[in-house]
């Protein structure tokens, strides 16, 4: 089910203390998608702009039948107990977020797998009293309250739902003017604007089921209920939440002490809780950016408190360590680096021998990734090839005990991390096979291992991807292929592109991106080898199917893979003799390189494209170009030399210099080793 709904807000937020007056309210449209277009919504006003506090009664409720015969529900947003928080601003958008949520939440109930496409009317900055709420920063405010919402009610996603926010100007879309006649109405609906008879019409247009009020969830009465409760984890991850530190310093030391009046069992019990909530938070909407500064305030503040007051649980530690250390491999940061130390004392604190080799391994997987990321490829391989072996010999010693020990959720485990570590080693020998073809058979190898040791289809997914990148990195384009179809569960003998690409625009593009990439880096390698025929057919299967760059980059908040489809576009293109377009693209593509958020990984990649632009240039003739891009490209160089293992990621780009950059051979080769990387 695809849905839409379109809010506007009646009241200025400003005045509900004064209680003569109705509250401020938000509210609008729900209805399935494509119903009311932008074009029907002006049909139905009539006119090019209205605004509903200026008509009369009988002008709002003919806009309400008409948008109710059309299937149209009614949402309302209400703010009843007159709640203030902080300002005007401040509280809008906590009246729209849990709205939002409770929407969301009502919705889920009723269809299980659904999209929302949510267009929210921009607002005027009522604090400053001139201008609108910047479009990022309301975006921004507004995806946090209903991530931390939607994390706070420990919501599932067993359900395929999603949602999306725009933003448009009420003065000029006829639906958000709709949603203005929603709210007016609803504002109004008591006073001498509606007669008798209308007033009991509106009651009846307006569903009970779609009007939700916001009732002030106090930070302050939550937290003294969790204490007394007995909740401590609760109140110790509340207090870490960037809206919530002006209660840090009041409830964190109590929580302390409730902490340290239990004993170990008991600690580790609440300990384990916050360290579940992390886990929600990442898993629920991914967003890395909101959760790194909760992390980050944890590791530098929390576990140096606990360790002052005497808990000392350091599963719990590593749990934190671990999942930061996570986040800026994540991200090809350099500051992953800073957390092996950190890792290995708290690691030696852990008394169960089980739980150590765990942590232990899971520590060499992710330090494996982050080598990775960083050019570090044979420290890569080594650490991913000691976890192997030491998981390798427990599976051995398992197997002597079968009988007697283990349960089948710790075998399960088992299996899981061993099959991790395969396939990090696979994606290290995959990044060398430009140096040496015989490393695709590696590759392969480590990733038919990891397929035999993962039991859930998103995993093996993952692995069959890396399959397909690695015999493309080979130039084996129809093996690539195959395996991009398997993780699809498709055949590339009975399904054409075309199935391909309609298969992967029924889901959430967050959720296919990968495979996106995958299609998109065959398509580039294949053209640049001279396999036409190959690419010319995928990339006519992405025109007839109306799937374009710009549509993936609007429906995905992240960098990576979106950098190399851009450029895997670009170099389409180029190799099509479409440089205007190449160019473009490959333009937007050093621009995702260029995200506040990227690392060191995106840096050495950006230095590929720069290289691959500067060649065209050098195509074209265009001497002119040529020089400016060189100029850039040096001053990327000149760059990464000063970052802390520059010698490491330039031994990787076989020690690439400036002055290399007029030889063609050494500009095509600086290409390969930053397009392989995974």
């Not at 909760?294 to 590593?318: A, K, R, T, W, Y």
């Not at 283990?406 to 990090?424: C, D, I, R, V």
Request: one cysteine or more.
């Amino acid at each position: 089910m695809r849905l839409e709904l379109w809010l506007d807000e009646s009241g200025d937020f400003v005045s509900d203390h004064k209680t003569y007056l109705n509250p401020s309210l938000v509210g609008g449209v729900l209805i399935e998608k494509g119903k009311i277009t932008e074009e029907s919504a002006r049909q139905i006003i009539g006119k090019e702009y209205i605004h509903f506090n200026e008509e009369s009664g009988n002008e709002n409720l003919a806009m309400l039948e008409e948008v109710r015969r059309k299937n149209g529900e009614f949402v309302i947003f209400q703010n009843k107990e007159r709640v203030k928080i902080i300002d005007s601003d401040t509280t809008y958008l906590n009246v729209l977020a849990e709205g939002i949520i409770q929407l969301l939440l009502r919705l889920s109930a009723i269809y299980g797998d659904f999209q929302l496409d949510i267009i929210v009317a921009t607002r005027k900055n009522i604090v400053k009293g001139y201008g609108i709420l910047v479009k990022e920063e309301y975006e921004n405010r507004l995806r946090e309250r209903i991530i931390v919402g939607l994390a706070r009610k420990f919501l599932t996603r067993k359900n395929k739902w999603n949602y999306h926010i725009h933003f448009d100007d009420a003065r000029t879309s006829s639906r958000l003017m709709l949603s203005d006649g929603v709210c007016n109405t609803f504002l109004t609906k008591t006073s001498s604007k509606f007669d008798n008879n209308q007033k009991k019409r509106i009651d009846e247009l307006y569903n009970q089921l779609y009007i939700f009020s916001f009732f002030e969830n106090s930070v302050k009465n939550e937290m003294e209920r969790w204490l007394a409760e007995g909740n401590i984890s609760d109140v110790i991850f509340e207090c870490y939440l960037d809206s919530n530190k002006d209660f840090k310093e009041t409830y964190l030391p109590i929580a302390i002490k409730h902490l340290c009046d239990l004993d170990e069992y008991g600690q580790k019990i609440q300990l384990r809780f916050i360290s579940a909530k992390v886990d929600t938070f990442i898993k629920i909407d991914r967003n890395y950016e909101f959760i790194r500064p909760v992390l980050i305030d944890m590791q530098e503040e929390l576990l140096p408190l606990l360790s002052e007051s005497g808990i000392n649980i350091p599963e719990f530690n590593l749990d934190i360590i671990l999942y930061l250390y996570s986040l800026y491999t994540h991200e090809g940061s350099m500051k992953a680096k800073d957390q092996d130390a950190l890792f290995m004392k708290q690691l030696a604190y852990v008394k169960d021998v089980m739980t150590k080799f765990e942590y232990f391994n899971l520590y060499k997987i992710r330090r494996a990734v982050n080598q990775k990321n960083l050019m570090e490829i044979t420290g890569s391989i080594q650490d991913s090839t000691k976890a192997i072996t030491i998981l390798e010999e427990m599976m051995q010693l398992l197997e002597i005990v079968d009988e007697e020990s283990p349960s089948a959720l710790e075998a399960s485990q088992m299996f899981e991390m061993l099959g991790k570590a395969y396939g990090t080693r696979g994606q290290g020998y995959s990044m060398l096979i430009h140096e040496d073809p015989a490393n695709l058979e590696k590759a392969i190898y480590d990733f038919d291992h990891a397929l035999n040791h993962f039991t859930l289809d998103i995993d093996k997914e993952r692995q069959f991807l890396y399959k397909s990148q690695a015999y493309c990195e080979g130039d084996k384009f129809h093996q690539a292929i195959h395996f991009l179809y398997q993780a699809c569960k498709l055949t590339p003998e009975t399904d054409g592109f075309r199935c391909l690409l309609a298969t992967l625009k029924e889901d959430e593009v967050y959720k296919v991106i990968f495979k996106y990439h995958s299609y998109f880096k065959i398509m580039a390698a294949a053209k640049w080898n001279g396999a036409d025929a190959l690419a010319d057919q995928m990339y006519e299967s992405l025109i007839k199917e109306n799937i374009t760059v710009e549509a993936l980059q609007a429906s995905y908040r992240f960098t990576h893979p979106l950098q190399f489809i851009f450029w895997n576009m670009a170099t389409y293109l180029y190799c099509k003799g479409k440089d205007k377009q190449a160019v473009k693209y490959i333009n937007t593509a050093i621009e995702i390189c260029d995200s506040h958020l990227s690392g060191v990984t995106m840096k050495v990649i950006q230095l590929g494209m720069y290289a691959e632009k500067l060649l065209m240039a050098h195509k074209k003739g265009n001497k002119l170009q040529a020089e400016q891009i060189k100029q850039e490209l040096g001053q990327r160089i000149d760059a990464l030399k000063k970052v802390p293992n520059a010698e490491i990621i330039f031994d990787y780009l076989l020690g690439i210099q400036i002055v290399d950059l007029a030889d063609e051979q050494k500009i095509i080769q600086l290409i390969k080793l930053t397009r392989c990387i995974n």
